[in-house]
């Protein structure tokens, strides 16, 4: 008796886990584009999930080494994505390396862009 008992409750756990929604805590992928004219900045944020693209924040972050490094790297600007996941930060008036990056959140993933860099000789 005892052992069809731990039998069944092995099996209510077992199709309890089926059940369950397994992807209740995914988070959605998310790409982030960027372009360049003279130092304006802009681009689009893409994901499957709407709620990733509209009003998401971007921010546009100046590399300082040989790599991105988002946690000691400095945000220049930001702008937030429309829905149709075009951003924008206008004239930045700085001369260097960036990349614009959207932090993770509860259901979307983060993504950085590549790195351009602005023309050094524009006047200001």
Do not use: H
């Not at 369950?20 to 304006?40: C, F, L, W």
Request: charged residues 25%; positive net charge; glycine residues 10%.
């Amino acid at each position: 008796m005892r052992s069809k008992l731990l039998l069944i409750l092995v099996a209510l756990v077992a199709l309890g886990g089926i059940a369950a929604p397994s992807s209740a805590g995914t988070r959605a992928n998310t790409k982030v584009t960027i372009r360049v004219e003279g130092r304006d900045f802009s681009g689009t944020v893409q994901s499957p999930r709407g709620s990733c693209v509209n009003g998401r924040k971007i921010r546009l972050i100046r590399q300082v080494g040989s790599q991105q490094n988002p946690s000691t790297d400095p945000v220049i600007a930001s702008d937030t994505a429309d829905s149709d996941g075009d951003w924008s930060t206008g004239n930045t008036g700085v001369n260097g390396r960036f990349y614009a990056r959207a932090k993770k959140n509860d259901r979307c993933k983060a993504d950085s862009s590549r790195t351009l860099r602005t023309e050094n000789n524009l006047s200001s």
